[in-house]
């Protein structure tokens, strides 16, 4: 009986096919815009190309765990009971960074409207498709594996930085289509980066304290859905993002709850 043979480097092999899988995904996103299919088509392929990291996942998992299925990893990562505590001070800080968003936009662009969507009905379509097509395809392998790996080796926070670092990197293809140029281009990406790097350290924080997997889909979820709610020039709302979540992820940094940004913290396979 041939026995599975684990990977020596789970994490680096985890990256590296994510995005061979995600690349030709991404291309057929562009070649059905350019064909002209239906918005609904779109949102779909779409929708199927920030899941690569869970199929990457999911092809490695036998590689990474032999002896472990991978319905029951799944399982484990959303058993543990969810504390009110977290989730509140989660919302209250995404909020409190979308509401200062919204009033710098509005001091300094005095914009007409200044949210995208002005339906009910727009607004649940917009949530439930930024919640298939980020969180709920992307954080099992980013937080649920990947981060976990890597605290094996080191620190929560330097994890999260390590990981941080690719996932956004992971996202260079969407940078390229933005149709900023030169020294836009360069402020998009920058901003993007911090913003990433400190929503991963926010992640962290918050996922060791609360080992539940929605943790990091909360947070992922509200980051992405906010930032799209606004009417405003996108370089500048990444960058009051990135300003923002970096301060939250500084004062985290210092404030380092029950240890879990510096410590070894132990988190079940």
């Known amino acids: 009986m041939s026995r599975t043979k684990k990977l020596k480097r789970p994490v680096a092999s985890f990256i590296l096919l994510t995005n061979v899988i995600f690349w030709p995904i991404f291309c057929l996103v562009g070649a059905v815009k350019l064909l002209g299919f239906p918005t609904l088509v779109f949102d779909v392929v779409r929708c199927l190309s920030a899941w690569s990291s869970t199929f990457a996942f999911a092809i490695l998992f036998k590689k990474i765990y032999p002896t472990q299925s991978f319905a029951h990893f799944v399982k484990k990562k959303l058993t543990n009971k969810l504390h009110l505590s977290v989730i509140v001070v989660v919302l209250a800080i995404q909020v409190s960074i979308f509401f200062m968003i919204v009033l710098l936009v509005w001091n300094k662009e005095g914009v007409d409207s200044i949210l995208t969507i002005s339906s009910w009905g727009m607004l649940s379509y917009y949530f439930i498709k930024n919640l298939l097509s980020g969180p709920l395809g992307e954080e099992l ?43 836009d281009l360069i402020k998009y990406s920058l901003f993007f980066m911090l913003s990433i790097i400190s929503t991963s350290i926010i992640m962290a924080a918050f996922y060791n304290l609360n080992q539940n997997l929605i943790i990091p889909i909360i947070i992922h979820q509200f980051f992405n859905f906010f930032i799209g709610l606004i009417n405003g020039n996108l370089v500048d709302l990444l960058m009051y993002n990135a300003i923002l979540y970096s301060l939250a992820a500084i004062l985290l940094i210092l404030i380092n709850p029950k240890n879990v940004l510096y410590k070894t913290v132990s988190m079940n396979n």
Do not use: C, D, N
């Open 141 to 183: 392998g980013w937080r649920g594996f990947a981060l976990l790996e890597l605290q094996k080796k080191y620190s929560p926070l330097i994890a999260s930085i390590i990981i941080g670092f690719w996932w956004g990197m992971w996202h260079v293809p969407i940078w390229l289509t933005t149709g900023f140029m030169g020294i």
